[in-house]
């Protein structure tokens, strides 16, 4: 994973890691569960976005580390059981 990439997912897994502490004071706070839901889903959005940059890069190196140990189906099979995790 390139250096920015890296510093891009961190960034972004800190911004949830904050949503994820709003929601905790929502909660002490009881405010409208309307309102606290939305930065659930909210959080929750983020967070796969996180994993859908993760599983892309991933799917690059997965599959060009087959392609040049000559092994595309075996990489293939790689790729298919993490997405069939990250999806279900």
């Known amino acids: 994973m390139a250096t920015n990439e890296k510093a891009d997912l961190l960034r972004r897994l800190r911004r949830v890691e904050g949503q994820i502490r709003g929601i905790g ?5 009881e405010q409208l ?3 606290i839901l939305m930065q659930v889903a ?17 799917a690059t190196l997965c599959m060009a580390r087959g392609l040049s140990e000559g ?13 069939k995790k990250f999806f279900s």
């Open 25 to 29: 004071r929502m909660v002490e706070e």
């Open 42 to 58: 909210a959080a929750k959005a983020a967070l796969h976005q996180v994993g859908v940059l993760i599983l892309e890069n991933h």
């Open 71 to 83: 092994e595309p189906e075996e990489a293939a099979r790689e790729i298919a059981q993490v997405l």
């Open 33 to 35: 569960c309307t309102d």
